[in-house]
């Protein structure tokens, strides 16, 4: 990449977890004179054959990424990745099988970790490349926790607070047993009673073991939250219950339990990040909603019925350690109340502190995506020029892309493909221009920056940022 060409591809994968964190990113990086592509994932990819010398930041190094990270390495883009799901991971071994791979960390120059504890974890992966940088940079996503970003989200905070009140937000992560699509959770359904039920996506690299355990406990702890919403509702009048389901769930039991009730809401409606700032707490069990309340300084509550201390403290040990832990329906009410009357007396503060410090950085001091760009400047002024594509490095170039525009398409036709129109426009749909610009001049005015920008609409779902 040449230092006149400098150009980043910011995929986004899931639009209400990522698009705003990622536009600071591209707002931060314009300052320093990058431009960049940011948008739907799958189309971006799509295009990469029509980009010059750029650096992608992905967010995954999984096997699924492989193809596609050898054909951007062919136009000789550049790869840089985080993991989304290192923060709250898996046990080491089950984290590598499922999130790592071998062949694919090998097209990487560098990665960008939350914090140490992810460096750990990746030191742990027998196939970590040698002298494969790592950088503690924290994550885009931290940024927006920060009290200085959080004013980008003001005008959200006080438009749910005029809706729904005061509210408790239920933050729901059984993506593994109530998935949008029934091949996407841990276990495909079975067509006959006895069979054995195959893995579903959710499952890929865990051992039968480890998936049947997850897959109990997250049921059992899923029909626990199902009785717990009608009980919430009776047990404090005078508040709104809103659920808030993960990303990839399926809402409809919750619509339904909602339908039965007076006070209670279902919505997936923008970024997370506003919801917790306007709620008077957060509930959840193992949901990383609850180490974003911790950093926001907003109450949570980590209802842990059941337990199952193998899942718990090998999965979901941040977000519970972090959170006021309650163990019965009546310990909940008691905190909640203390919550709600601003006499709750928290002890371990510094302990949780400490906690939070050791997993992500960049809580304080330059802001992650500042970091980043840090790094990314140091790529762009040692990379290579362009030297420019020969007719034939264009056919060339072409038959590649096409290639993998059939192999893309041909995946859209498959049975539990998460290529499919329908799973991808719940992920990310449209979104109109006007959105974009309104949330960077937010973000600008924040970052008390002038650069003047250029926004243009490359299609529904992507856009480019230039300074």
């Not at 970003?149 to 607070?161: G, I, K, S």
């Not at 007076?262 to 919505?267: A, E, G, L």
């Not at 403290?313 to 009357?341: K, M």
């Amino acid at each position: 990449m040449s230092t006149e060409e400098r150009l980043l591809l910011i995929p986004v994968e899931n639009q209400v977890r990522e698009l705003d964190p990622k536009l600071l990113l591209a707002c931060i990086a314009a300052q320093r004179g990058f431009s960049s592509v940011i948008g739907s994932r799958r189309e971006l990819e799509l295009r990469i054959d029509s980009y010059p010398q750029s650096v992608y930041l992905s967010k995954s190094m999984t096997k699924r990424s492989l193809k596609f990270f050898r054909i951007a390495k062919k136009f000789d883009h550049e790869i840089v990745t985080w993991d989304e799901e290192a923060l709250v991971h898996l046990p080491p071994e089950t984290y590598s099988s499922r999130r790592l791979h071998p062949e694919t960390i090998r097209q990487v120059s560098q990665l960008f970790a939350w914090g140490q504890d992810n460096i750990e974890l990746w030191h742990q992966y027998p196939h970590l490349p040698d002298n494969l940088p790592i950088h503690a940079v924290g994550n885009p996503r931290l940024d927006m926790l920060r009290s200085e970003m959080q004013p980008f989200y003001e005008d959200e905070v006080q438009a749910l607070r005029d809706t729904y009140g005061d509210f408790v937000l239920i933050n729901t992560n059984f993506n593994h047993v109530n998935a949008f699509g029934p091949d996407l959770n841990l276990f495909q359904p079975v067509q006959n009673p006895g069979e054995t039920a195959k893995f579903g996506r959710a499952a890929k690299g865990m051992s039968r073991e480890y998936a049947e355990c997850l897959w109990t406990h997250k049921q059992a702890v899923f029909k626990t939250f199902q009785q717990l919403i009608p009980k919430l509702e009776k047990a404090f009048p005078e508040l709104n219950i809103v659920i808030r389901p993960h990303p990839t769930e399926r809402h409809d039991v919750y619509k339904e339990i909602a339908a039965r009730c007076s006070r209670v809401h279902v919505t997936n409606q923008g970024n997370v990040v506003p919801w917790i700032l306007a709620t008077r707490a957060v509930i959840h069990n193992g949901c990383t909603t609850g180490i974003e309340a911790f950093v926001m300084d907003v109450p949570s509550i980590s209802y842990r019925v059941p337990i199952n201390e193998k899942i718990d403290d090998g999965f979901y040990r941040l977000p519970n350690a972090v959170s006021n832990q309650c163990f019965t329906f009546d310990q909940l009410q008691d905190v909640l109340n203390q919550i709600l009357a601003g006499k709750l007396v928290t002890s371990d503060v510094e302990e949780r502190q400490a906690l939070v410090d050791h997993y992500m950085a960049s809580l304080s001091g330059p802001l992650s995506c500042s970091r980043m760009v840090d790094v990314l400047e140091s790529l762009a002024n040692n990379g290579k020029d362009d030297p420019g594509l020969s007719m034939a490095d264009r056919f060339r170039r072409r038959v590649i892309a096409d290639r993998y525009h059939l192999r893309k398409w041909l995946k859209t036709k498959m049975p539990g493909s998460q290529n499919r129109p329908e799973f991808q426009l719940h992920r990310y749909p449209p979104i109109p221009i006007d959105t974009i610009k309104l949330k960077i001049e937010r973000i600008q005015q924040i970052l008390k920056d002038n650069t003047p920008l250029k926004v243009t609409q490359l299609s529904d779902v992507l856009f480019q940022i230039r300074p």
